[in-house]
Each structure stands twice: as structure tokens, then as C-alpha cells.
């Protein structure tokens, strides 16, 4: 049983306790783990990690693909095993401690890490541990539910462990495509012309004596907290989809639309769900992380194909879907996020991009990490990645939050991650916007009409309308530009009482 | 002597007043002009429209490539032609009508005003006017000192104006590469993988019965106005080239170094002017403005090859360099602006970019385009295409201004074009930062320690001290982010009484 996920017989021998593997990463050191969205992260060896720290000094720099699942990164942070974590998080407790200062984040867009690690402008890696569903006869390694940073960990790392995960299917072999750029100066060009486009590996190519040692696992990922949509998402989808499909009206695209991103949570995922009922038909998707909705157009007869980096599904989606991943397999790629969020890929494919804005500002800029502009939320993760390359940037929030005391489209966010550069088309429950060509004053009126809550919408004419007095291509009057934040801290909401 | 430059006959009959050409052009309509940095801007038939204006209604939306020499946008301004402007700009006269609201501006990355066009998300381009140093024999456009937006103008256009300008060197032909991006989603690779890579034709192919008009001038480029250096443009050169020697001696770059890209100004031109005295050799550049410096180190034997979008130099440096532009013909290659600024092609080169901020903040976010958050000054320009797309994105600016009134760097900017994610060096005379990996805590450790003046640190520590307070992963006090601009505001000076 073991020989058939262990191909390459001279690694039987490697296999050991998630203990004994963890011996091999020393305080100091520099770890790149797979997971990426809680999909195929390792699952043992951390936890031993965990463990050791209890009675000795074990802090580490660990580099992710993005999120990890199981309660990884709290317990990690518990233990004061990270000193150092870098791309993204979505954990409650390493939140806290990151907030607190104690432990050094770096926010990254996902498609750069690993360029500044090829490039010894970060690292090196000293240990990389990676779930695998398999090892072949040549020693290539067999990614799971994602791919991730995983390649090039692998390739990069003094010393390699692998997870073997017997609760990960077997039929994910194939899916994967891992495709390393070249080194610059002699870089070519990424050949991904279509979602579709194989370009690589079924499997990591590394020297097997790298594999310094192989733990195995039988534990399925953590299954994603879904909400189902709400009148709010749904209004949401419905000014996308009318708006999509004026564009296809107007000849700009076709009923084939172009290929889908979209960010993870629950309100692209309804826009997503939107699209089955949509006119729109024979549709891809070039995204990071495929959730329940791929698999839900996919099985409406929407959806031709689907490119990502992972596949993170509810319990009831995972239970559906994993057992006959093979059946998906000729319609779907799970490629290193490198490639699926690679700026030379988006930019030539023509991207839709859907992501989550935490709240936007009346002239188009976009906060996606900081709450209250200090406070990190998740990060950045793809979101850059595809905003500033796509076809159409469009970013997606309900317009209040915390029961109406806060407002998410407020007068200066307090925190850019985009900019008025790259947002085309912003969207809450309310409408559309679509800034695209407009000068900024033309779009706060756009945004003013058509996207805010009417609670906010005579605060925010106040604001703008003081702000012109000052002028300006884009004006504002700073000494009041962080009112509202103000004073949320000090009543408790952003609403004047 | 005009078949010499326009050498398809049956044009001849085409060539007429620039009043007459200007006539093509309606009120309402959008035009697309050439002109990249005031280098190889029409410059005949814009004049004409705005002395129509004096007598008829006429409002157009003006697309150039970058911004216009001769004073064309002031004239353009003076006589209401501007309705819309866009993607750059550095005109004092139409700076002011922006800020004033009377000139809708849209303020683009140089790389997608013509992505944006092809697509049909802006447009249709009604009328294109082209600077041509000749017309081939198949109608085929031959630009002069720049390349900009053309190509696409005169794809895209219904009609097109060509002013043969008679005082360019018919030298010029043979130096440019006009390639264009296949259509989406049919989009193959662009086939740049170095500097010198040639891909395109030497001329604008379109249909020559587009030609509606011909115009011949006779006149020079508006020179550039270059600022010598000073003891701290040549400070802030020092600490870049000691840091670019640091990188070769870590082993990340050779002294080839990478190819560099440098935005326009004394700033970028001073460091540029240092190299021509540093170890480093076979240099190349993958630029957007190519300026004296770029010569200078043609002609010091330490650039092997420059690839830009214009060609802009002072009057001394257009005096030597355009009588013999053929003898560096074989070191030069001018492209469209969506190529030298591709985010696919920086990113495949590995680029050193370097670029001027208006500002900085303690954490590394950048304005490059807002006077106190609100007033515009250029544009974005090209800096975003490179900076989150480079190998290194470098941002330079003197730490004082007005005196000592105020700081370059500031605790938060209220204008963010470069966010954390894309800025990993920063550089005053005062010294450098190298934000590489480093969390926003530690960000702003080094950017106080080493690039705000010694005037601000004080109060910049004040600032930090009280932010930590509050905490957060990008500590600030919200309340009091901006009271330097307040201040200064009040008091002409961001220091306190």
C-alpha cells in the first residue's frame, strides 16, 4: 500500500514520526510548508514543531503558499514557534499576535514570493515540508489539494520533508502542472496562452536526496466555513452579472465572457453561484483557489475548464467532489500560484478579476488587509496579482458592516493596497460603478450615487462637498478625511449620534 | 526632397495646411497624438485647433503617450480644447485647469491607455496625429524621436494626420520596433526575453488610405530642462551605487547588474550620470525616456545597449547626439510605450527601476503624483508599470523641499501610487533603506534611521511612539496622521513653531 505512494524504494527507509522529521528544522531556520487556502498544507510536522517548543527554543521564519488549515498557524503562534511568517494568514490567534508586534508579517502579493527567493533576495530555505499525494519512481513529488509555493520550496531547500497524505486521493495525480520560469537573465516566456494550457510537470522534480525524511498522515484538509448567500450577496451577483452582461451587449466580450478570478469568500462565491443562472455559457475560470462554485458550474454545464492554484471546498462539497476528482480531471489545473497569479498570464489572457475590498473610498482606492488602516487583517494574498493586470479590476463589499455602525465605502480609506489605477468597477448591495476612464471627481460622483448606503450618502456629499472647496484633481480636506474612524473609536460608530 | 520622405506617391496629394488637416478634427471628437516627454509630439496641427477655437465651439478628449513639448497643452488649455486629458501630463498651464476641475485628467499607467482602447473599454480614437519622419513605399509610418501610443492611434483611428517634421533626422528609420500585442483571447507570448530583442517592423503599418492628411513642419523637439547635479542628487547617486555594489557582492547581481529603467528628472538622471564612474560595465537599459545620461554612457563605453519608448535631451545633448543618431543606431531600439512598459516584459528582464516619489512614508507606501493628497502634478507615468513588476523597485527624492519647510518623508502619505507590496528600496541624500522582507514595524525603524532629515526625526519618532500605542501591523494614530500637512497649510511650514 505505502510502495504504491511510495514509488522510489530507496526512500522507504526515510519514513519516520512527524517528531523525528521535525528534528531536522533547528531554531533559526527558514521553512517553506505547503498550503495554500487550507488546501494540502502539511498537517504532522508543525504540530511536532509545536510540540518540541514546549521545552526548547524553536523559532522559526515560515514561508506558506497562503493560508493553512487546522489550526496550524494558532498553534504555532502559541507556541512562539514563528518569529517570522510571510505570504498571508487568515488565523485568528497569529492575527492577534501580529497586531500585538510580536510577530514580524510581510505581506506579499503570492506571485512574489518565491521570485525573491529564486533570487537569494530573501531566505535561503533551509527546510521544506510538503504534503504529497505520492512520490514517483523517479523521486518527483505528487502535490494534493494544492500546489502552491510547494515547487519551489522543494527545489530551493537544503533538505526536504515530505508528508504523505493516504486521506489525500490518489487521483489527484495529473492535475498538477509545475512549470518553473527560468532564471533571468535567460528568462523565456511563460508559454500559458489559455486556461487550459499544460506547460509543465506532472510532479515536482527535485533530486531525491533532498527527501531527508517521509512522514505519514490519513487527515483531509480543513473544509472551507461557507455562508450562503444573503440578500446582500445576491444583490451583489445581480449587478455583476447585468453589468457583465452589458458589456456583452456593447461587444466588449462574448457570451464566453473571459476567464473568471475570484477571490475567496462568501461574496464571490455568490457571485460565482450568480453565474449559473446566467445568460453566459462555455466559460474558464484562471483563478488562485477554486471553491464549491467550480464545482457547481462545472456540474450546471457552465464552465469549460478551471486553472488554479488550490482547491478549498466546504465538508459537504469536499465529500462530493473528492472522491471523483478524476472525473474532473481533464477540466481542471492546479499550477504553482507563481504561474496561476503571474502578471505575464493575466495580462495576456484578459482576466475578469473578483475580489473582496474591505471597504473602498469615494475616488476608487481599495483597502483589502488593514482594519482601521492599522490592524492586518489577512493580507494582501492575489488580489494585486490580478487587480492591476486584468481585463476588468473589480472589487466587491457590502456597504455596511457591524450592524449599519460602520460604512464601507467611507471618504479616504486609510490604508491603500489599490489604487485608483487599478479598480475598474466597484460593487456593493446597493450598485455598480464603473470607473473606468473617468477622472476622480467623476467617480466619486459615480461612486456617491450608486454604491453607498443612503445612511451614509448625505455624510459622505458633506465631506466631497468641502473637499471641492479645497480643490484639487482629487480633493479632499485631510484634517477630516479620517472622521468617521474617529469617530467609530471614540461612539462606536461611524454615524454622528 | 519631400518624396524622400514620403515615398508612396500617391500621398503627395494628401499634403496640406495643418489648418486644413486640423479640420479632420470635430468638436466632441477623441483624438490620439503622439508625443512621449515632449519627444516626437504633432506639432503643427494641435496649434491650428486651438486657433479654431477662438471662433467655434471645439472641446476634444486628448490622448497622447505622454506628456507635450512646445507648450501645446498650455495653448490647448488657454483655448478650452481640453475637455479630457489623458494618460500624463507635466504642463504648468493645464496642471492648474486639472486642479481646478475645468480639465477632466485621467491619470493612467503608460502601459494600458492603449489595452484599453483595443478592447473597446475607452474610445473609438476618432482622428490620430502622428509625428512621421517618412512614409515608407507601403504607406508604413516611420516615427521620429519617440514611439509612445502611435502604433495603436493609427491602428485604431478612422482618420490619420501625419505632420512629416523635416527637422528630424531621416536617420531615425531603423530605430524603432513596432510590434503589437495579438488580440485577446488569442494573445501570444511578446517576444522580449533582452533589451535588444527586435520583434516588430521599423514602421507603423496601417492602411495608407487612412491617411487623410499630410502636414510638413520643420521644427525641433522642446529640449529637456535638465537641473545639473547638486550635492545631494549626487548624495542620493552614492548611496544607490554603493548599495547595487553591496547586491554584486552578495552574489545577487553581476557587475553587468540588471537592465535599468530610470524615470525622468535630475534625480534619476544624477544616479544614472554616477554609473558612468562606477565598477559596474556592459550595462543595459529597458526603459521608457531615454536622456542624456543614457548617451553620456553610450559614449563613457559603460552602456552596451538601450531600448526606451523616446528619446528626450537637453538642446546641448540633441545638438551632438541627432546629427549622428545613425552611428548609435545598432545600440538603440525604441518600442511602443505598452512594450518598454509591459509588466510581462519587466518582470521576464528582471529590472532595476528607478524612480522619483513625490513623498515617502515611514512604511515604504509612495505618492508620486498628489501635492498634499490632493493636487495633481504629472501622473503616474510608467512608475507603477515598473516598480511592481521590477527585480528592484527603487524610489529616490531629496528628504527636504521649500527650504526646509517640508519633509519628503512623512508619517503617512495621503496620496498612495506605490504601496508597501511594490517599494523595496527608498533613498534621500540622508541615506537608504532596503525594505526587502521586512515587516511594516521594521519599515519604519530604518526609513527613520536612515532617510528622514534630521530636522523631522525627532518628530517622526514622536509619531511612531504614539502609533505604537494604538498597534496594528501598520501602526498610526488616525487623528493625527496628517497634522504635518495641516500645519503646513497654516503655517507655511510642516515644522512646528
Given at each position: 500500500?505505502?510502495?504504491?505512494?511510495?514509488?522510489?524504494?530507496?526512500?522507504?527507509?526515510?519514513?519516520?514520526?512527524?517528531?523525528?522529521?521535525?528534528?531536522?528544522?533547528?531554531?533559526?531556520?527558514?521553512?517553506?510548508?505547503?498550503?495554500?487556502?487550507?488546501?494540502?498544507?502539511?498537517?504532522?510536522v508543525?504540530?511536532?514543531?509545536?510540540?518540541?517548543?514546549?521545552?526548547?527554543?524553536?523559532?522559526?521564519?515560515?514561508?506558506?503558499?497562503?493560508?493553512?488549515?487546522?489550526?496550524?498557524?494558532?498553534?504555532l503562534?502559541?507556541?512562539?514557534?514563528?518569529?517570522?511568517?510571510?505570504?498571508?494568514?487568515?488565523?485568528?490567534?497569529?492575527?492577534?499576535?501580529?497586531?500585538?508586534?510580536?510577530?514580524?508579517?510581510?505581506?506579499?502579493?503570492?506571485?512574489?514570493?518565491?521570485?525573491?527567493l529564486?533570487?537569494?533576495?530573501?531566505?535561503p530555505?533551509?527546510?521544506?515540508?510538503?504534503?504529497?499525494?505520492?512520490?514517483?519512481?523517479?523521486?518527483?513529488?505528487?502535490?494534493?489539494?494544492?500546489?502552491?509555493?510547494?515547487?519551489?520550496?522543494?527545489?530551493?531547500?537544503?533538505?526536504?520533508i515530505?508528508e504523505?497524505?493516504?486521506?489525500?486521493?490518489?487521483?489527484?495525480?495529473?492535475?498538477?502542472?509545475?512549470?518553473?520560469?527560468?532564471?533571468?537573465?535567460?528568462?523565456?516566456?511563460?508559454?500559458?496562452?489559455?486556461?487550459?494550457?499544460?506547460?509543465?510537470?506532472?510532479?515536482?522534480?527535485?533530486?531525491?536526496?533532498?527527501?531527508?525524511?517521509?512522514?505519514?498522515?490519513?487527515?483531509?484538509?480543513?473544509?472551507?466555513?461557507?455562508?450562503?448567500?444573503?440578500?446582500?450577496t445576491?444583490?451583489?451577483?445581480?449587478?455583476?452579472?447585468e453589468?457583465?452582461?452589458?458589456?456583452?451587449?456593447?461587444?466588449?466580450?462574448?457570451?464566453?465572457?473571459?476567464?473568471?478570478?475570484?477571490?475567496?469568500?462568501?461574496?464571490a462565491?455568490?457571485?460565482?453561484?450568480?453565474?449559473?443562472?446566467?445568460?453566459?455559457?462555455?466559460?474558464?475560470?484562471?483563478?488562485?483557489?477554486?471553491?464549491?462554485?467550480?464545482?457547481?458550474?462545472?456540474?450546471?454545464?457552465?464552465?469549460?475548464?478551471?486553472?488554479?492554484?488550490?482547491?478549498?471546498?466546504?465538508?459537504?462539497?469536499?465529500?462530493?467532489?473528492?472522491?471523483?476528482?478524476?472525473?474532473?480531471?481533464?477540466?481542471?489545473?492546479?499550477?504553482?500560484?507563481?504561474?496561476?497569479?503571474?502578471?505575464?498570464?493575466?495580462r495576456?489572457?484578459?482576466?475578469?478579476?473578483?475580489?473582496?475590498a474591505?471597504?473602498?473610498?469615494?475616488?476608487?482606492?481599495v483597502?483589502?488587509?488593514?482594519?482601521?488602516?492599522?490592524?492586518?487583517?489577512?493580507?494582501?494574498?492575489?488580489?494585486?496579482?490580478?487587480?492591476?493586470?486584468?481585463?476588468?479590476?473589480i472589487?466587491?463589499?457590502?456597504?455596511?458592516?457591524?450592524?449599519?455602525?460602520?460604512?464601507?465605502?467611507?471618504?479616504?480609506?486609510?490604508?491603500?493596497?489599490?489604487?485608483?489605477?487599478?479598480?475598474d468597477?466597484?460593487?456593493?448591495?446597493?450598485?455598480?460603478?464603473?470607473?473606468?476612464?473617468?477622472?476622480?471627481?467623476?467617480?466619486?460622483?459615480v461612486i456617491?450615487?450608486?454604491?453607498?448606503h443612503?445612511?451614509?450618502?448625505?455624510l459622505?456629499?458633506?465631506y466631497?462637498?468641502?473637499?471641492?472647496?479645497?480643490?484639487?484633481?482629487?480633493?479632499?480636506?485631510?484634517?477630516?478625511?479620517?472622521?468617521?474612524y474617529?469617530?467609530?473609536?471614540?461612539?462606536?460608530?461611524?454615524?454622528?449620534?
Amino acid at each position: 500500500m505505502l510502495q504504491d505512494r511510495i514509488r522510489l524504494s530507496s526512500l522507504l527507509d526515510k519514513v519516520m514520526s512527524p517528531a523525528e522529521a521535525a528534528l531536522l528544522i533547528k531554531d533559526g531556520m527558514t521553512v517553506g510548508m505547503s498550503g495554500f487556502t487550507r488546501a494540502g498544507d502539511a498537517k504532522a510536522v508543525p504540530l511536532a514543531l509545536a510540540e518540541r517548543a514546549r521545552t526548547e527554543p524553536l523559532g522559526i521564519t515560515l514561508i506558506t503558499g497562503a493560508s493553512l488549515g487546522s489550526g496550524i498557524d494558532s498553534v504555532l503562534t502559541e507556541a512562539h514557534v514563528l518569529k517570522r511568517r510571510l505570504p498571508f494568514q487568515s488565523d485568528s490567534v497569529l492575527r492577534a499576535a501580529i497586531n500585538r508586534g510580536e510577530v514580524m508579517f510581510i505581506d506579499q502579493h503570492l506571485s512574489e514570493t518565491v521570485e525573491l527567493l529564486r533570487s537569494n533576495q530573501m531566505g535561503p530555505v533551509d527546510v521544506a515540508v510538503i504534503e504529497a499525494a505520492a512520490i514517483t519512481r523517479e523521486g518527483g513529488i505528487v502535490p494534493t489539494t494544492s500546489v502552491g509555493n510547494s515547487a519551489t520550496f522543494a527545489i530551493l531547500a537544503e533538505k526536504v520533508i515530505i508528508e504523505i497524505n493516504l486521506g489525500q486521493q490518489i487521483d489527484f495525480e495529473g492535475i498538477h502542472d509545475i512549470y518553473i520560469p527560468t532564471r533571468r537573465p535567460f528568462r523565456e516566456p511563460i508559454p500559458v496562452v489559455s486556461p487550459d494550457s499544460r506547460i509543465g510537470l506532472p510532479f515536482i522534480p527535485i533530486d531525491p536526496a533532498k527527501i531527508a525524511a517521509i512522514v505519514v498522515t490519513n487527515q483531509q484538509d480543513s473544509s472551507a466555513a461557507t455562508t450562503p448567500p444573503d440578500d446582500e450577496t445576491r444583490a451583489i451577483a445581480g449587478h455583476l452579472i447585468e453589468f457583465l452582461g452589458s458589456e456583452v451587449r456593447k461587444g466588449r466580450l462574448t457570451e464566453r465572457l473571459s476567464p473568471l478570478q475570484a477571490g475567496i469568500g462568501s461574496i464571490a462565491n455568490a457571485v460565482l453561484h450568480g453565474l449559473i443562472e446566467s445568460p453566459f455559457h462555455d466559460m474558464t475560470m484562471y483563478s488562485e483557489v477554486l471553491q464549491d462554485s467550480t464545482f457547481d458550474l462545472f456540474d450546471s454545464g457552465k464552465l469549460a475548464f478551471a486553472s488554479g492554484s488550490s482547491i478549498t471546498l466546504s465538508a459537504a462539497c469536499q465529500a462530493r467532489v473528492f472522491p471523483e476528482i478524476g472525473r474532473y480531471k481533464n477540466r481542471l489545473i492546479l499550477r504553482p500560484q507563481e504561474i496561476s497569479n503571474h502578471p505575464e498570464v493575466i495580462r495576456r489572457l484578459g482576466i475578469i478579476a473578483i475580489n473582496t475590498a474591505l471597504e473602498f473610498d469615494i475616488y476608487g482606492n481599495v483597502n483589502s488587509t488593514h482594519v482601521g488602516g492599522t490592524h492586518m487583517m489577512n493580507g494582501i494574498g492575489g488580489s494585486g496579482d490580478f487587480a492591476r493586470n486584468a481585463y476588468l479590476g473589480i472589487f466587491v463589499t457590502k456597504s455596511l458592516a457591524k450592524g449599519g455602525t460602520i460604512s464601507r465605502v467611507v471618504p479616504m480609506v486609510p490604508h491603500v493596497d489599490h489604487n485608483e489605477h487599478d479598480v475598474d468597477v466597484v460593487v456593493t448591495e446597493v450598485g455598480l460603478a464603473d470607473l473606468r476612464g473617468l477622472a476622480p471627481r467623476e467617480r466619486a460622483r459615480v461612486i456617491i450615487d450608486n454604491c453607498i448606503h443612503a445612511n451614509f450618502r448625505d455624510l459622505a456629499e458633506d465631506y466631497y462637498r468641502e473637499a471641492l472647496k479645497h480643490g484639487g484633481q482629487t480633493p479632499h480636506k485631510l484634517a477630516e478625511a479620517f472622521t468617521w474612524y474617529t469617530r467609530l473609536e471614540e461612539t462606536g460608530s461611524m454615524l454622528p449620534k
